[in-house]
């Protein structure tokens, strides 16, 4: 009798133990947050873009005189324009983002242009068709968005068809190299689709029109979208 009390007093115990933590409530368990990936900006992309572009035409002291005089001031070209672009960015672990690009762009389709002249003895209508630039870009991650800058060489073609009294009608063509330069923003709206708009400067070399040598300078604006491979 003795020896048998402890086991039963055990095994009662035990029992309301059990039965104690059947009463308690389930436990409560709380799932972890799922974390979203870091975006990476590393990759090919390919995209197009459209925006505004105005124009100075340039030239020395003395060709610029005998233009103002022929035709009555400087050519000032501007318009609307369009033009595919595509490149590759790679994004460091400090997040400093390094790209190239290339782009193209047709300038409407009259293009970038401007007419001036004297009645009756000149006219003149300046034109820019089509403009290429290859950059490199610089830029900064900051998740889904890239501020960025770039520069590099650009080349655009002109053309000038008019009439003066010393030369007659005439139709002429050129293409100008330079440096192109700017500025941007752009934003990952999707996992393979990015927004931006950027500013971008040009500047042109001189080429041999009749009998004076132009150039231009150049701002423009524009917006577009890629695709990201």
Known sequence: MTKTFPIVLGAALMGATCAAAADLPPRLYTKAP?????Y????????????YIWA??????????????TYGRMPMPQGGFAGLHGGYNYQLPNKIV????????????????DTLGIAPGS??????????AVVGRL????????????????????????????????ALANTHAGWTAGAGV???????????????????DRQQYNRVQVGGTASGVDVGASYHF
């Open 56 to 69: 100075n035409a340039n030239a020395s002291a003395a060709d610029t005189a005998a233009i103002t005089a």
């Open 98 to 113: 390094l790209g190239v690009e290339a782009s193209v762009d047709g300038l409407g389709i009259d293009g970038l242009k």
């Open 34 to 38: 799922v974390l979203e990936p870091i």
């Open 139 to 170: 830029g900064y991650a900051i998740d889904r968005w890239l501020p960025y800058v770039f520069a590099g060489g650009t080349w655009a073609h002109d053309k000038e068809n008019g009439f003066n009294l010393f030369i007659g009608p005439f």
């Open 40 to 51: 990476s900006w590393t990759g090919f992309y390919l995209g197009a873009h459209a925006g």
């Open 186 to 204: 752009e934003y990952a709206f999707a996992s393979r689709w990015s927004a931006r708009l950027q500013y971008r400067y040009v500047d042109v």
């Open 123 to 132: 006219s003149l209508k300046v034109t820019t068709d089509w403009v290429g």
